[in-house]
């Protein structure tokens, strides 16, 4: 086999795992007009029809479903080979690629991120943060931060951060006009800055436990948002209550801007954990990365 044939079955392989040229084509660092010319050139020289276009989607025909759950596992051994064979080196090296939401990106996962770059010069990192909830294998990923509610099952989930907890906040003027909630019921009459979840697009619906009572609340309000520095600046202004992570307001309870109810119905939850697939060979890079992140308690 020439070296462009293997070329041409990664590109297929991406295209495949990804069912989407575009995306392919950014994984690859090819244009997607380039990347469209291999896969038809790779059919020509097959005499066989790998993927149905279409104006909206990406599908394997049978032809193509068999030939890529046969380079999959053959291609993925070839990584974890190479992976074994970079163990070898003294120094951690290589590019280590993962995915974390903004909060957990600045918070747990850049203070590590600081210290893995300062202990060794030639480990690359590069991070993806977004808010929706990402395929780490298909997406190429060598990790993801999330919080552990959020983590599949099939995963390998390491705690790297502290509990965490959410508060309903909101400016002072805006509890004299409107009144303090007693229950989280009570939020049903007030105004309340919504926020979009990432990947349903749907609403957020408040979460509350109290006693081992679990309770939503559906709210409503003058603003749906999707930005945290948006949401906070709107409950500062008086505009509604917002529902936070603690640590993003702070401060401005300290200084009086904003105060919060309902604490009773807060408690804390499981925080961040950094998920990853099955390794039987992980890099030293990924392995350095580990150890920067392993969270040890207060």
């Not at 600045?106 to 300062?118: C, E, N």
Request: with cysteine; net charge neutral.
């Amino acid at each position: 086999m020439h070296r462009d044939e293997l070329a041409d079955l990664m590109a297929f392989l991406a295209v495949a795992e990804t069912r989407s040229f575009t995306r392919a084509a950014a994984r690859l660092g090819l244009s997607q007009p380039s990347l469209s010319q291999i896969v038809r050139k790779l059919e020509a020289r097959l005499g066989v029809r790998l993927l149905t276009r279409t104006t909206r989607r990406v599908a394997l025909t049978t032809a193509g479903e068999e030939l890529a759950a046969e380079l999959a596992p053959a291609f993925a051994g070839i990584e974890a080979r190479l992976a074994a064979i970079h163990e070898w080196r003294a120094t951690p090296s290589g590019t280590i690629r993962l995915t974390a939401g903004w909060h957990a990106a600045t918070t747990v996962l850049w203070p590590a991120l600081a210290r893995l770059s300062r202990a060794y010069p030639d480990v690359k990192v590069e991070v993806a943060v977004e808010s929706a909830l990402t395929d780490i294998v298909a997406e190429k990923f060598d990790d993801g931060v999330r919080l552990g509610e959020q983590v599949a099952r099939d995963m390998i989930a390491l705690r790297i951060g502290p509990d965490l907890r959410m508060l309903v906040v909101g400016a002072p003027d805006y509890f004299a006009a409107h009144g303090v909630p007693e229950t989280p019921r009570d939020l049903t009459r007030h105004r309340c800055i919504n926020i979009r979840l990432p990947t349903a697009g749907g609403l957020y619906a408040w979460e509350f436990e109290k006693d081992g009572q679990a309770m939503s609340v559906r709210v409503d309000g003058p603003f749906v948002l999707n930005d945290v520095g948006l949401t906070i600046k709107a409950a500062v202004a008086g505009l509604g209550l917002a529902m936070v992570f603690e640590d993003q307001i702070s401060g401005l309870v300290e200084d009086g801007r904003l105060a919060q109810v309902l604490t009773a119905w807060c408690p804390p939850f499981a925080g961040y954990h950094l998920y990853y697939p099955d390794r039987r060979h992980p890099s030293a890079a990924f392995s350095a990365l580990l150890k920067e992140l392993r969270y040890r308690g207060a």
